[in-house]
C-alpha cells in the first residue's frame, strides 16, 4: 500500500540549532547508514560545537508510534532535500520533511506470513539509495525478505523493475521477491519452511556501481533449536531493472574454495553465516565488503566438524560478478556467537615505509580490529595463528589454532582474572 501523508507526528529526537536550520539542510547529506560506502560516519557539518550546544533546541519531532514502531533502531538518510527512514515491524518507508518534520509520503508491504513471524522485524536500521538514469531511488528489504524500489519524490513502487508477486495487494511493478534466487523450495506467502530454515533481513541493502547487494540475517544462534538451516547467500540485482546478477554461496560447494573446511558433508543441511550487519563498498575498486556470523547453531559444533568457511568472517567481492577477491576468518568453527558485529570501516593508512595504503579494518566482538589491505586482503600487521585450549565436550571439535593480531592493541579488556 502507497499513500501520502502531511499529518505532522511526534520520536525520533532531531536536534538542530533554529537560526541555521534550512542552512545545513541544503549542505550536508548523510547517504548511506554510516554516512558513506566506507561507513565512516563522519560529517563535514560545523555549525554544532562545543560553544553553541548548550543553546540547542528542539526544532520539531517525529513519532513512529502510528507505523507500529515499539523501538528505534534506523539511521535516517538524508538525500536531496529529504529523510528517509523505516518504522516499524512492517518496516514502513518513510520519507520526511526536514524543514517541518512532516511526512511527505510513506509506502507499506502487504503483510505475509513470511513477514509476520520475522524475528528480525524491528532492526531495519535504515534504507539504501541509488540513482537509476539520474533520479533518486530508495531501496529497501524488508521482513519477509523481499526488495522493493520505490521512487525517492514520491514513494511510488518503481516502474519495470522486478517481478510480480503472486500475492494480493502487492504493486504490479518495484518488487523482488529474494527467496526465489536462494534455491530452495518455498511458498510466496509463507516462506521456506521452518523445519528447513529461515531467512530475514535486518540492515539495508548497499547500491554500488548499479548493483543492489543484499545481505540477510537468520534467527538469532542462541535460540536456534535444530541443526538444519539454510545459508545466509549473498544476492545481487541490477539497480535499474531488479534483474538477478549473481549470488555467493557461503557455505561452498563441492568445487568451491574452502569446501573442505566442511566435513562430514555438513554443507549440504546446515546454514545460517548470514550478514546481519551492515556491508561496506569500494565503488572505485568495485569490491563490496561482507562481515559474517557463524554456522548454526552458536553454541555447539560438533555435528559441522571443520573451520567452517566463511563463517565469522570478512569477505571481499568483486561487486559485478560476485567473484571473491579475498577473505579472512576470524575465528575458525566458531562456537561462541563471534559474529561480526559492525560494518567494516574502510580508510587509508600511512604505513612506514610503503606510504598510503588503501585498508579496511574490522572490529569484532572479541575486542581485536583487524585491519587489512582492502584490495589484497593482507594484513596490515602480522596475524599470528596462536594454539587455543581445546574442548571436554564430547563431539565437539575444536580449531588448534586462532588469529590474534598483533596490531593495533585491544580495544576492550579480555579474559578474566583472580583481580
Request: hydrophobic share 35%.
Amino acid at each position: 500500500m502507497q499513500h501520502s501523508l502531511t499529518k505532522r507526528v511526534l520520536l525520533a529526537l532531531i536536534l538542530l540549532p533554529l537560526a541555521t536550520l534550512a542552512n545545513a539542510q541544503d549542505t550536508v547529506e548523510w547517504f548511506t547508514l554510516g554516512n558513506d560506502y566506507a561507513h565512516t560516519r563522519y560529517s563535514p557539518a560545523a555549525e554544532i560545537t562545543a560553544d553553541n550546544f548548550e543553546d540547542l533546541e528542539v526544532a520539531w519531532q517525529w513519532d513512529g508510534a502510528s507505523f507500529g514502531a515499539a523501538s528505534g533502531r534506523s539511521t535516517p538518510s538524508y538525500i536531496d532535500g529529504l529523510l528517509y527512514t523505516v518504522a516499524g515491524p512492517l518496516r514502513h518507508v518513510i520519507a520526511i520533511d526536514p524543514k517541518t518534520g512532516e511526512t511527505v509520503w510513506s509506502y507499506r508491504e502487504p503483510r505475509t506470513g513470511r513477514g509476520n513471524y520475522s524475528m528480525r522485524a524491528d532492526y531495519g536500521k535504515g534504507v539504501g539509495f541509488g540513482y537509476v538514469d539520474g533520479r533518486g531511488v530508495v531501496y529497501i528489504v524488508s521482513p519477509g525478505f523481499f526488495l522493493t524500489a520505490l521512487d525517492a519524490k514520491t514513494g511510488t513502487p518503481l516502474k519495470d523493475f522486478g517481478r510480480p508477486v503472486p500475492i494480493d495487494g502487492f504493486p504490479e511493478t518495484g518488487v523482488v521477491d529474494l527467496l526465489a534466487d536462494l534455491g530452495h523450495p518455498y511458498d510466496p506467502y509463507e516462506g521456506i519452511p521452518l523445519e528447513v530454515g529461515y531467512i530475514t533481513s535486518s540492515s539495508p541493502p548497499i547500491v554500488v556501481n548499479d548493483t543492489i547487494i543484499v545481505g540477510n540475517s537468520a534467527e538469532q544462534g542462541y535460540h536456534q533449536s535444530r541443526i538444519e538451516n539454510v545459508p545466509g547467500d549473498i544476492l545481487a540485482y541490477d539497480a535499474r531493472t531488479g534483474a538477478f546478477k549473481w549470488k555467493f554461496n557461503v557455505i561452498p560447494r563441492p568445487g568451491e574454495y574452502g569446501h573442505e573446511t566442511w566435513e562430514n558433508d555438513a554443507w549440504q543441511w546446515t546454514g545460517d553465516v548470514s550478514s546481519w550487519a551492515p556491508l561496506s563498498a569500494d565503488p572505485e575498486n568495485g569490491l563490496v565488503y561482507v562481515p559474517t556470523n557463524p554456522p548454526t547453531i552458536d553454541y555447539y559444533g560438533g555435528f559441522r566438524p571443520g573451520d567452517n568457511l566463511y563463517g565469522t568472517s570478512l569477505i571481499a567481492l568483486n561487486v559485478e560478478t560476485g567473484e571473491r577477491a579475498w577473505h579472512f576468518q576470524f575465528v575458525h568453527h566458531d562456537i561462541w556467537n563471534y559474529d561480526t558485529p559492525t560494518a567494516p570501516i574502510l580508510l587509508d593508512v600511512n604505513m612506514p615505509g610503503r606510504g598510503p595504503v588503501p585498508a579496511v579494518a574490522q572490529a569484532t566482538k572479541q575486542g581485536f580490529v583487524y585491519a587489512f589491505n582492502r584490495l589484497t586482503g593482507e594484513p596490515l600487521w602480522p596475524i599470528e595463528e596462536r594454539p587455543v585450549p581445546q574442548s571436554s565436550v564430547p563431539g565437539e571439535q575444536l580449531s588448534a589454532t586462532q588469529p590474534f593480531p598483533t596490531r593495533p592493541a585491544a580495544f576492550e579488556m579480555q579474559g578474566i582474572t583472580e583481580d
